[in-house]
């Protein structure tokens, strides 16, 4: 049995947030990417973007599924688009900012 089988049968998902500054997600498959604007990542039910200010990984647990963000969250949004984020800087772009 894969990996992501694995936890589509084992984890629940759930999201918690905290006064708006400490998220707990689980039901993690991967974290895509993130930076201190926003969090990319998979889950059991779907892609997820959260975006904020001075946002941080706190923990990561790909074993339990499990991820700890903190900083102020100004949106989260589940994607429809078949887990493609549509990115409109390019990565050069971001590096030479």
């Known amino acids: ?19 708006r500054k400490n998220v707990l997600i689980t039901g993690v498959k ?17 892609y997820i973007l959260i975006k904020g200010e001075g946002l941080e990984l706190i923990k ?4 339990q599924g499990t991820l700890s963000i903190k900083g102020k969250v100004n949106s ?3 994607l429809e688009s078949g887990g493609k984020k549509v990115n ?10």
């Not at 992501?4 to 006064?19: D, K, R, V």
């Not at 991967?30 to 039910?45: H, R, T, V």
């Open 1 to 19: 049995m894969d990996r992501t089988s694995e936890l589509g049968n084992n984890f629940n998902h759930a999201i918690s947030i905290n006064e």
């Open 30 to 46: 991967k974290l895509e990417n993130f930076d201190s604007k926003e969090f990319f990542l998979e889950s059991i039910m779907g």
């Open 60 to 63: 990561l647990d790909t074993f």
């Open 76 to 78: 989260m949004n589940y």
């Open 88 to 97: 409109k800087e390019s990565m050069l772009s971001k590096l030479f900012k």
